[in-house]
């Protein structure tokens, strides 16, 4: 049964900084791409970042240079670092995986919130 357990949401002021990151279990981590999407009250779901097995990320403009995922394999988990962040970025972040096989799976989300 594949498990992602994503944590790291919270409340911070513009400007501040989080790391969520996603632990995911029962599934090939090294070999699959993972990434984070974001989805705000009426808003329809936003990738934010992807990275693929082989390292390579892409982000929208929305988040370029503010926004870094990592992942480490040996502790099959996914980061988001989230610098800079503006009251917009508030939404619920979920971690999503896709198998070598093409077979995707959601975490549950997690709440960040970005207000003074």
């Known amino acids: 049964q594949v498990q992602l357990l994503e944590s790291g949401g919270g409340l911070v002021q513009p400007g501040g900084s989080l790391r969520l990151s996603c632990a995911a279990d029962?599934?090939?981590?090294?070999?699959?791409?993972m990434g984070w999407y974001r989805q705000a009250p009426g808003k329809q779901r936003e990738l934010v970042g992807r990275?693929?097995?082989?390292?390579?990320?892409n982000y929208p403009d929305s988040v370029k240079g503010r926004f870094t995922i990592s992942r480490d394999n040996a502790k099959n988990t996914l980061y988001l670092q989230m610098n800079s962040l503006k009251p917009e970025d508030t939404a619920v972040y979920y971690c999503?995986?896709?198998?070598?096989?093409?077979?995707?799976?959601w975490g549950q989300g997690t709440q960040v919130t970005v207000s003074s």
């Open positions: 990275m693929t097995s082989g390292g390579t990320t």
């Open positions: 029962g599934i090939g981590f090294s070999s699959a791409t």
């Open positions: 999503q995986v896709t198998t070598v096989v093409g077979v995707g799976y």
